[in-house]
């Protein structure tokens, strides 16, 4: 009988919310490290998806192109109705997502919380709640999330994010 190491997580209750066009915003990450195998790696994993999280909060796009790699693994289930949401593969198309989002909807209106930050070695899970408005027609979306990431040599190579689209795309409809 073989026996699966544990998974290092860390477990958050994180409230981010987008307060200006730029997507600047406050929040708090409360952080629990539970014991695992290949901590090192899970730490650097960790680490990378901390600065991802926060250059998202802080609205820095910069950051975010240098944090995914040159060519990245991005899942988004594809949503016509939705403008900022389309194939992507590159660091800068990756880290424009942020930017067209923000274009697109109501900052000051925009929420997310993370509920569970799960890492295990590269790959990290992140669950919980977003809530927005669509600038364009003034209707709300809302629901649960998932994202995958994995990180290799510091940088985000794959994006897996899945959410409840058809809210999403609802509130697009006009």
């Known amino acids: 009988m073989s026996v699966k190491p544990p998974v290092t997580t860390v477990t958050t209750v994180t409230t981010v919310s987008s307060t200006t066009g730029a997507g600047t915003g406050t929040g708090t990450v409360g952080v629990g490290v539970g014991v695992g195998v290949g901590v090192g790696v899970g730490e650097?994993?960790?680490a990378v998806v901390q600065e991802f999280l926060a250059a998202r909060m802080a609205?820095?796009?910069?950051?975010?192109?240098?944090?995914?790699?040159?060519?990245?693994?991005?899942?988004?289930?594809?949503?016509?109705?939705?403008?900022?949401?389309?194939?992507?593969?590159?660091a800068a198309e990756c880290?424009?997502?942020?930017?067209?989002?923000?274009?697109?909807?109501?900052?000051?209106?925009?929420?997310?919380?993370?509920?569970?930050?799960?890492?295990?070695?590269?790959?990290?899970?992140?669950?919980?709640?977003?809530?927005?408005?669509?600038?364009?027609?003034?209707?709300?979306?809302?629901?649960p999330f998932a994202l995958h990431l994995t990180v290799e040599d510091g940088r985000i190579t794959r994006h897996h994010l899945y959410e409840n689209s058809l809210s999403i795309a609802e509130a697009c409809a006009v």
């Open 44 to 46: 650097a994993t960790r």
């Open 59 to 90: 609205g820095d796009t910069g950051r975010l192109v240098e944090l995914f790699a040159d060519d990245v693994d991005w899942v988004l289930a594809e949503n016509p109705t939705v403008p900022w949401i389309r194939p992507r593969s590159t």
């Open 95 to 143: 880290a424009a997502q942020f930017t067209e989002l923000m274009e697109h909807t109501v900052p000051e209106e925009a929420r997310a919380s993370v509920g569970a930050f799960l890492v295990d070695g590269t790959d990290a899970v992140l669950t919980g709640h977003v809530s927005g408005t669509v600038r364009a027609t003034g209707k709300s979306f809302e629901g």
